[in-house]
């Protein structure tokens, strides 16, 4: 397509439409800057042309520069007041920045101009939802339906209702709804994307490499940083990070640098040593280790806004499976282990719409979700067999029932006193311009304790799940 495209522009250099569906072509690559150049040259060669508009605002949707993104929507609507796919994108980047007064707004303006969208009520019952009107919500629900060509919408729509159901108390329909989602979410990627079972290969290398018998033969280093190990905040996912994350972010010494790709510059640095990949960690000398520090330090450094934080945490729950790395890199750093009861971690997993990757791709399924959990912390607790590990635990519960007591004692870990901005820990959320998790409307709130125990009103449907999980229920002491 793109040489196609390319020609027809040789052919007409001021072929407006050409240069916008190239700009789309090298979108659907991921070659985000080369698109913007193509948008922004169809622009100019026709000004009213809304098409490249919408490219742009879908790009920056997709860079997370939601300002931008934002601007380019908006730009539509002028141009072309009854666009549909404009409104739709101003009223999921809304919801998705907890902006409620705007995504009111934009819905009261979509109501003149596409008044029969069913895409207004999806969102109404959004608004319900979060403002705990549960039947609202349920009933707008159930009156609209998205056709095959719109099943983004369909999987909002479905997951939408089955919260509403959950937070009635009817666990059996919430249940049946989360399958249905669940179910729906692979049509959106094409299967080889993504794959659960190479990820579960992943983990279960590190479950066989990692044998004291291995680490003995390690080389004994000890690196010198030019700067303190890192501190790394890690669990499995819906174990609470991200409610964590924000109460520890509002300590003025803190800054939380979340979901971000700093890790896998870590390991890729481990993997092109010599290829003998996880085997390179046995001989790796002083220089190579303050090599990959520096690589680490720099792809942390990338993401740091806030220079006056004196303490950085790297938040990606899932890194647990790569601590034994990184030890290896440095040795002295710290891990916040963030805990749940693991049938309500397994269950808020399955119940989530994550993006499809390998990792999430086990969410799918009920039972797959509990056989992630299992292997992450057979990882974890061999680890702590083998390794001087630094870490702290906290549990989810804890952190909802006692707050302040269990917040000190992270602190403290930190080496850092208490500072009563964490108790503004929901004003830190709303002042933030995206939120990287599932948990983005949740964390802008107060504590609430309806998601402690929420597995008993499903006991029936995830029984399945039971002898998977009950030695973490005892060993984590539930």
Same mark, same amino acid.
């Given at each position: 397509a793109i040489n196609i495209l390319q020609k027809a522009i040789y052919i007409n250099p001021n072929y407006a439409e050409a240069y916008n569906?190239?700009?789309?072509?090298l979108r659907e690559l991921r070659e985000y800057q080369k698109a913007i150049i193509f948008f922004e040259k169809a622009n100019k060669l026709k000004p009213n042309f809304i098409d490249p508009y919408l490219n742009l605002g879908i790009v920056f949707k997709e860079l997370a520069n939601f300002k931008k993104a934002i601007f380019f929507f908006?730009?539509? &609507?002028?141009?072309?007041?009854?666009?549909?796919?404009?409104?739709?994108?101003?009223?999921?980047l809304y919801e998705k920045t907890n902006q409620e007064k705007e995504l009111n707004d934009i819905i009261v303006i979509a109501k003149k101009f596409i008044k029969h969208d069913p895409i207004i009520k999806l969102y109404e019952a959004i608004i319900f939802y979060n403002n705990n009107e549960f039947i609202q919500a349920k009933n707008l629900l159930e009156s609209i339906f998205f056709e095959s060509l719109n099943i983004k919408n369909e999987i909002i729509r479905v997951t939408t209702l089955a919260?509403?159901?959950?937070?009635?108390?009817?666990?059996?329909?919430?249940?049946?709804?989360?399958?249905?989602?669940?179910?729906?979410?692979?049509?959106?990627?094409?299967?080889?994307?993504?794959?659960?079972?190479?990820?579960?290969?992943?983990?279960?290398?590190?479950?066989?490499?990692?044998?004291q018998t291995n680490i003995k033969k390690w080389k004994v280093i000890k690196p010198k940083n030019k700067r303190p190990d890192p501190i790394f905040l890690i669990g499995f996912p819906r174990s609470g990070t991200t409610l964590l994350d924000t109460v520890l972010r509002s300590h003025p010494a803190i800054e939380v640098v979340e979901e971000k790709p700093t890790v896998n510059s870590l390991i890729n640095c481990i993997n092109e040593m010599g290829n003998e990949g996880l085997k390179s960690l046995a001989n790796i000398n002083e220089k190579? &280790?303050?090599?990959?520090?520096?690589?680490?330090?720099?792809?942390?450094?990338?993401?740091?806004?806030?220079?006056?934080?004196?303490?950085?945490?790297?938040?990606?729950?899932?890194?647990?499976?790569?601590?034994?790395?990184?030890v290896r890199i440095f040795p002295n750093s710290k891990f916040i282990l963030s805990v749940r009861h693991p049938y309500d971690c397994v269950l808020s997993c399955f119940m989530q719409d994550f993006e499809l990757i390998d990792a999430m791709a086990n969410f799918l399924d009920i039972k797959d979700s509990a056989q992630l959990y299992d292997y992450v912390m057979r990882l974890w607790?061999?680890?702590?067999?083998?390794?001087? &590990?630094?870490y702290h635990e906290v549990k989810y519960e804890n952190l909802i029932g006692n707050f302040k007591k269990t917040t000190e004692l992270v602190l403290s870990f930190l080496d850092l006193p208490w500072d009563d901005a964490v108790f503004n820990y929901s004003t830190t959320a709303k002042k933030r311009e995206a939120i990287?998790?599932?948990?983005?409307?949740?964390?802008?709130?107060?504590?609430?304790?309806?998601?402690?125990?929420?597995?008993k009103k499903y006991e029936k449907q995830i029984s399945s799940i039971y002898p998977i999980l009950n030695q973490w229920i005892k060993k984590f002491k539930y």
């Open positions: 569906n190239l700009g789309a072509a908006k730009s539509v &609507i002028k141009i072309k007041q009854n666009n549909t796919k404009a409104y739709q994108n101003l009223m999921e919260k509403c159901f959950d937070r009635i108390g009817n666990g059996k329909a919430a249940f049946n709804y989360f399958v249905k989602a669940n179910n729906l979410a692979p049509k959106l990627r094409k299967l080889n994307l993504y794959n659960k079972n190479r990820y579960l290969k992943q983990i279960s290398s590190r479950i066989n490499f990692f044998k190579e &280790i303050e090599k990959i520090q520096n690589v680490y330090f720099k792809s942390l450094d990338n993401q740091i806004q806030n220079k006056n934080a004196t303490i950085y945490i790297d938040k990606l729950p899932l890194n647990i499976i790569h601590v034994g790395e990184i607790f061999k680890y702590l067999s083998i390794f001087q &590990i630094r990287a998790t599932p948990s983005y409307n949740q964390v802008t709130k107060p504590l609430y304790s309806h998601a402690d125990g929420r597995w």
